[in-house]
């Protein structure tokens, strides 16, 4: 294990290095173009031996990795945005064929207006493609998600893709000291990527075909449970992890001092750094308040949300998210989940972060404060501009 | 020794198909895996092939094969080939059968990115000059003056108005290292260029003429006869591009009658005298250039 000063995107490419994906293809985007100009550095110097595709589109980006998984190959690519978009059919078209191809997503706005820096309406708009979703905070979990995320997506009970996702710029570009592992200790963590759903030249097969009403829900539903699955891979793969690295992750979701909390702020990605900050400062004024963070969309954590929220008084959901036209997808989310497990504890969502913009710890600060009180349910951190 | 039909493999590798009677692009299939052999990785756009060949569990490939999005099919063909070769696989042919709009339309872009990159496969396109799987609309290689379902032949428009995109030449100008035209009215030179394309390393590229009985308005069993009909009339040309040379495989001796060609089809009947007066000059203009820039063996 060494400790090296890295960004969000050169740990990520640290951490996929370790992977030793054998087919890389990826399409420049800002601001994820830093971990495939790391990846291509790497395959120069020979650190990581795999092939480098340069395709001309995200389409043509996510189709190769596709294309190389259904040989049986180790796949890696990435994204952001638009290209997130661009790359849309080829997303359902993975999850459906069941490669477990691993894709890394720098969250970014997307257009109109355009705009080049984070929130989170590019991934939570492909929510319900098929693919395992999750979130890093920061960038050694980043690193430790590029490794987890190949045992996670090939485990045999799972068999689909993964995208990991990382805020734009703030956690992307921000630099932190970040213990790099050895490759002796990825082998040892990660197993060789074995399939019987490939094409194999000894054993001929037809893939990724036409299935008309009969079988059709036969294979959705099998592809349903293959994302549940994922919820215990990630636990398994998280104990292995903290066997051989010692570093501890929990699961789909992070509670931080929410046992006894009156209030608890439920989001997702690099503000939980800031919300737990909050939290500590809060606490010292004697504020029983809480965070949770949700370290994965796919597959939901209905039970962990449910468990963390049902003492509170009120939770409040932050997103850098908007579902036009009706709230937040991960409050709609986490609505679900409470009123599934009859957990009838007030609610509201704040959209905030749109398009790079800063979220204070002033504001965090005054979600918690305004929990305790009627509100609208949804609102916007913010807003500026002419939006007023 | 070239293959030829007495050499032709017997096993076949794409039968049991929903294919229509007289299919010309399934008979271009057929054909190329029986030359390619069993060792053959082939990946196929959403089109009529894999519509028909790939409906669970009805699967019709005896060797290994994938469909691909529509635009995809260069791309996917790419991480077929990089996915093996990854593993240490080196004695296989990534190939793609494509139809005239997953090429020269949707998956143009995949396609160029692939030549580019000059990955090693071979793309194939069966080329019956309409969306045929849709129902018969307009690609942009469908010929001046057909008729389609978004090109309709009425008082006002007489059907298609664009000539067909030049497949071959664009391909070419990438600097490919191989290229070739065919038919599958001349089925043994089709599959000579197969067996070629298959033996050069880097980017292959073949166009296959292959008719649509029921996109065109002909008999089933006139397809490979009107295929054989439009390199003999002029309309197409059986033709190779090859280190940075064009050359010419075939010179009819005299052109057989063009009006004759198109008024066999029911989508070019409503044409005018002039509408083929059109049609013949634009297939003189598209000669000379030939005799001025192929090699005429």
């Not at chain 1, 995208?163 to 921000?174: E, I, K, P, R, W």
């Not at chain 2, 080196?90 to 949707?106: M, N």
């Not at chain 2, 090859?242 to 010419?248: R, S, T």
Request: glycine content about 8%.
């Amino acid at each position: 294990m060494a400790k090296m000063f890295l960004s969000g995107n050169e740990a990520f490419a640290y951490g996929i290095r370790l992977a030793r994906p054998q087919v890389i293809s990826a399409y420049p985007i800002t601001p994820q173009t830093i971990v495939v100009e790391k990846l291509s550095e790497m395959v120069e110097d020979g650190s990581l031996k795999s092939e480098f595709i340069h395709v001309e589109s995200e389409h043509s980006a996510l189709s190769c990795a596709i294309g190389a998984s259904s040989v049986g190959a180790r796949a890696f690519t990435a994204t952001s945005s638009q290209g997130l978009l661009y790359m849309a059919e080829c997303l359902t078209y993975a999850s459906g064929g069941r490669f477990p191809i691993v894709m890394m997503n720098a969250n970014r706005s997307t257009a109109l207006p355009w705009n080049i820096y984070g929130d989170q309406r590019d991934s939570l708009s492909q929510i319900d493609c098929g693919w395992i979703q999750a979130y890093a905070e920061n960038a050694q979990e980043a690193l430790d998600l590029a490794l987890m995320s190949y045992y996670i997506a090939e485990h045999k009970a799972v068999s689909t893709p993964f995208m990991a996702n990382l805020d734009g710029f703030v956690l992307t570009h921000t630099y932190e000291v970040v213990d790099v592992p050895t490759a002796e200790q990825a082998d040892a963590f990660l197993p060789k990527f074995e399939t019987e759903n490939k094409l194999d030249l000894n054993n001929p097969r037809n893939l990724a075909f036409s299935a008309g009403p009969e079988h059709n829900t036969a294979f959705k539903y099998k592809e349903h449970i293959g994302l549940l699955n994922a919820k215990k891979a990630v636990d398994e793969a998280e104990e292995k992890f903290t066997e051989i690295f010692g570093r501890r992750y929990t699961g789909l979701t992070e509670s931080y001092r929410t046992e006894d909390a009156d209030y608890i702020l439920i989001t997702l990605g690099s503000i939980a750094g800031l919300v737990r900050e909050t939290v500590d400062r809060l606490r010292k004024q004697g504020k029983k308040v809480g965070l949770l963070r949700i370290r994965y969309m796919r597959p939901f954590p209905n039970e962990e949300i449910a468990e963390a929220v049902k003492n509170a008084k009120a939770a409040a959901v932050l997103e850098k998210d908007i579902s036009f036209g009706n709230e937040g997808t991960v409050y709609t989310n986490v609505n679900s989940a409470l009123h599934k497990s009859n957990v009838n504890v007030p609610t509201s969502n704040y959209i905030g972060g749109l398009g790079g913009k800063n979220i204070s710890a002033d504001d965090i600060e005054k979600i918690f404060d305004e929990l305790s009180e009627e509100r609208a349910k949804v609102q916007f951190i913010g807003i500026g501009g002419d939006g007023k | 020794m070239s293959v030829n039909a007495k050499t032709l493999n017997e096993d076949e590798f794409f039968y049991g198909h929903k294919a229509c009677a007289g299919c010309g692009g399934s008979l271009a299939v057929r054909i190329a895996l029986k030359v390619l052999g069993e060792r053959s990785v082939a990946v196929l756009p959403a089109g009529c092939m894999s519509a028909v060949g790939f409906n669970f569990p009805q699967l019709c490939f005896g060797n290994n094969a994938i469909i691909s999005t529509f635009a995809g099919t260069a791309s996917m063909l790419t991480g077929v080939e990089a996915g093996l070769r990854a593993q240490g696989i080196t004695d296989f042919h990534a190939v793609g059968f494509a139809g005239d709009g997953g090429t020269a339309d949707i998956g143009l872009q995949a396609l160029s990115g692939a030549i580019d990159r000059n990955d090693d496969i071979l793309y194939i396109c069966y080329d019956n000059e309409a969306y045929m799987n849709t129902g018969i609309q307009k690609s942009s290689l469908t010929p001046f003056g057909a008729k389609t379902t978004t090109t309709p032949a009425g008082k006002n428009i007489r059907g298609n108005l664009r000539p067909k995109k030049n497949m071959f030449e664009i391909v070419a100008a990438h600097g490919i290292p191989y290229a070739a035209t065919a038919s599958v009215g001349y089925l043994n030179d089709f599959m000579q260029k197969v067996e070629k394309a298959a033996k050069i390393k880097g980017t292959k590229y073949i166009h296959i003429i292959a008719p649509c009985p029921t996109g065109w308005g002909i008999a089933t069993d006139e397809t490979v006869e009107i295929a054989k009909e439009v390199v003999d009339c002029g309309l197409w040309y059986l033709a190779e591009f090859e280190n940075g040379e064009y050359k010419l495989n075939y010179q009819p001796k005299e052109f057989t009658d063009i009006e004759s060609y198109l008024k066999k089809q029911s989508r070019f009947r409503h044409l005018t005298d002039e509408d083929i007066e059109t049609i013949k000059r634009s297939r003189d203009a598209k000669w000379d250039a030939i005799h001025n820039n192929f090699k005429i063996n």
